[in-house]
C-alpha cells in the first residue's frame, strides 16, 4: 500500500510539470507563428486544469479502464467547483469582469444536464458522445469570437498570463519533456489508483471519482490559491469554467464516441446529479457580479465536504 501511493504520488507531480509544461510549450509556438498572446491566454485559461485529467483519462481508455476514467472526469468537475473555487476563494475573494464566464456558467449547466439526459437509459451512444463533441467545438469557436469583445483590462490580465519565451528549440524540447511527462505519469496514476482503491475498499468508477479526481486537483488547488492571491480572478474562474467543460463534451464525448459508454446505475442516481448539482450551485454563486466572496467559497467547500462525506459513507456501507 505504502509503495503504491508512493509511486501514485510521484505521477500526480509528473502530471503537474507535464501539464504546464505543454501549455506553456505550446503557447511559445503559437506565439512563436504569429498568434496574439491574448489568444494564447483564452486558451491556457480555458485548458490550463484540463490537461492532466485529459492525460490519465486517455490511458485509463487505452487499458480498458473507462470506469475509472468515467469517475474521474465527472468527480474531477465536483471537485474543481466545490474545492478549487471554494479553497481560492477563502484565501482571496475571486472577483471578474470577465463576460465570458457568464456564458461559460450556463455551457456548464447545459452540458451537464445533456450527459445526465443522454446516459438515462444506461449508455451514452456514439452519435450522442459526437453531439458532445460537436459541442466542445462550437465552445471553441465562441472562446475566440467572443473574446475580442473583451476589455482592455481582462485582455491585458490574459495576454500577461500567457506571455512566454517564443523560441522554436526551446518550446519543442518543452513539448517533448512534457509528452514523457504526461505519459509515465498517467501510467503511474491509472496502475497504482486501483491498489489504493481495492484496499479502501473501493470499485474502479468510486476510485477515478474520489482517489484520482481529488489527488490532480490538490496541485490545481495550490495553483489557483496563488493567482487568487494576486486578484487573478478571471484566470481562476476561467480555468475551472473551462476545465469543466473540457471534461463534459471533450472527454465524456470522446469516450462515448469511441466506443459507447456504459453508465452503472448507482452513477446516474447519485454522481451525476451530484455534478449537476454542483453545477446549478454555481449560477447563484456568480449571478449578477460574477464574484466568488468569502462566505460563498465557504458555502462551496461545506456543500463538497458534505458530498465527500456522503460518498464515502455510500462506498463504507456497501
Same mark, same amino acid.
Given at each position: 500500500?505504502?509503495?503504491?501511493?508512493?509511486?501514485?504520488?510521484?505521477?500526480?507531480?509528473?502530471?503537474?510539470? #507535464?501539464?504546464?509544461?505543454?501549455?506553456?510549450?505550446?503557447?511559445?509556438?503559437?506565439?512563436?507563428?504569429?498568434?496574439?498572446?491574448?489568444?494564447?491566454?483564452?486558451? /491556457?485559461?480555458?485548458?490550463?486544469?484540463?490537461?492532466?485529467?485529459?492525460?490519465?483519462?486517455? &490511458?485509463?481508455?487505452?487499458?480498458?479502464?473507462? !470506469?475509472?476514467?468515467?469517475?474521474?472526469?465527472?468527480? @474531477?468537475?465536483?471537485?474543481?467547483?466545490?474545492?478549487?473555487?471554494?479553497?481560492?476563494?477563502?484565501?482571496?475573494?475571486?472577483?471578474?469582469?470577465?463576460?465570458? /464566464?457568464? +456564458?461559460?456558467?450556463?455551457?456548464?449547466?447545459?452540458?451537464?444536464?445533456?450527459?445526465?439526459?443522454?446516459?438515462?437509459?444506461?449508455?451514452?451512444?456514439?452519435?450522442?458522445?459526437?453531439?458532445?463533441?460537436?459541442?466542445? %467545438?462550437?465552445?471553441?469557436?465562441?472562446?475566440?469570437?467572443?473574446?475580442?469583445?473583451?476589455?482592455?483590462?481582462?485582455?491585458?490580465?490574459?495576454?500577461?498570463?500567457?506571455?512566454?519565451?517564443?523560441?522554436?528549440?526551446?518550446? /519543442?524540447?518543452?513539448?517533448?519533456?512534457?509528452?514523457?511527462?504526461? &505519459?509515465?505519469? @498517467?501510467?503511474?496514476?491509472?496502475?497504482?489508483?486501483?491498489?489504493?482503491?481495492?484496499?479502501? =475498499?473501493?470499485?474502479?468508477?468510486?476510485? #477515478?471519482?474520489? %482517489?484520482?479526481?481529488?489527488?490532480?486537483?490538490?496541485?490545481?488547488?495550490?495553483?489557483?490559491?496563488?493567482?487568487?492571491?494576486?486578484?487573478?480572478?478571471? +484566470? +481562476?474562474?476561467? @480555468?475551472?469554467?473551462?476545465?469543466?467543460?473540457?471534461?463534459?463534451?471533450? %472527454?465524456? =464525448?470522446?469516450?462515448?464516441?469511441? @466506443?459507447?459508454?456504459?453508465?452503472?446505475?448507482?452513477?446516474?442516481?447519485?454522481?451525476?446529479?451530484?455534478?449537476?448539482?454542483?453545477?446549478?450551485?454555481? &449560477?447563484?454563486? /456568480?449571478?449578477?457580479?460574477? !464574484?466568488?466572496?468569502?462566505?460563498?467559497?465557504?458555502?462551496?467547500?461545506?456543500?463538497?465536504?458534505?458530498?465527500?462525506?456522503?460518498?464515502? &459513507?455510500?462506498?463504507?456501507? =456497501?
Amino acid at each position: 500500500m505504502a509503495s503504491a501511493v508512493g509511486m501514485f504520488a510521484l505521477g500526480i507531480f509528473l502530471l503537474l510539470l #507535464g501539464g504546464d509544461s505543454v501549455l506553456r510549450g505550446a503557447s511559445g509556438l503559437a506565439q512563436r507563428f504569429g498568434v496574439s498572446p491574448f489568444s494564447a491566454g483564452l486558451l /491556457l485559461v480555458g485548458f490550463a486544469f484540463s490537461i492532466p485529467e485529459l492525460a490519465v483519462n486517455s &490511458y485509463a481508455m487505452a487499458v480498458g479502464q473507462p !470506469d475509472l476514467a468515467l469517475g474521474n472526469a465527472i468527480g @474531477s468537475n465536483i471537485v474543481n467547483i466545490g474545492l478549487t473555487l471554494g479553497v481560492a476563494a477563502l484565501v482571496a475573494p475571486l472577483l471578474a469582469s470577465m463576460r465570458l /464566464l457568464a +456564458v461559460e456558467v450556463v455551457l456548464v449547466l447545459v452540458s451537464t444536464g445533456a450527459v445526465l439526459l443522454f446516459g438515462l437509459d444506461g449508455v451514452i451512444a456514439r452519435w450522442e458522445g459526437a453531439l458532445l463533441l460537436l459541442g466542445f %467545438v462550437g465552445f471553441l469557436v465562441l472562446l475566440f469570437r467572443r473574446g475580442r469583445e473583451e476589455s482592455a483590462a481582462v485582455q491585458q490580465e490574459l495576454t500577461a498570463h500567457a506571455t512566454t519565451g517564443s523560441n522554436l528549440v526551446q518550446n /519543442l524540447v518543452r513539448l517533448a519533456m512534457a509528452g514523457a511527462m504526461l &505519459y509515465f505519469g @498517467s501510467r503511474l496514476v491509472v496502475q497504482q489508483a486501483p491498489v489504493i482503491g481495492l484496499a479502501l =475498499g473501493m470499485g474502479s468508477m468510486l476510485t #477515478g471519482l474520489l %482517489v484520482v479526481a481529488i489527488s490532480t486537483a490538490l496541485p490545481e488547488v495550490a495553483i489557483a490559491c496563488l493567482a487568487a492571491a494576486k486578484g487573478q480572478g478571471n +484566470v +481562476v474562474l476561467g @480555468s475551472v469554467l473551462g476545465a469543466c467543460l473540457f471534461n463534459l463534451l471533450l %472527454v465524456v =464525448g470522446g469516450m462515448a464516441a469511441w @466506443s459507447p459508454l456504459a453508465l452503472p446505475e448507482s452513477f446516474l442516481r447519485l454522481e451525476l446529479p451530484a455534478a449537476m448539482a454542483f453545477a446549478l450551485l454555481l &449560477y447563484p454563486v /456568480l449571478a449578477g457580479d460574477l !464574484d466568488i466572496r468569502r462566505r460563498e467559497g465557504a458555502l462551496l467547500v461545506l456543500a463538497f465536504a458534505a458530498w465527500l462525506a456522503f460518498e464515502l &459513507y455510500v462506498s463504507l456501507a =456497501g
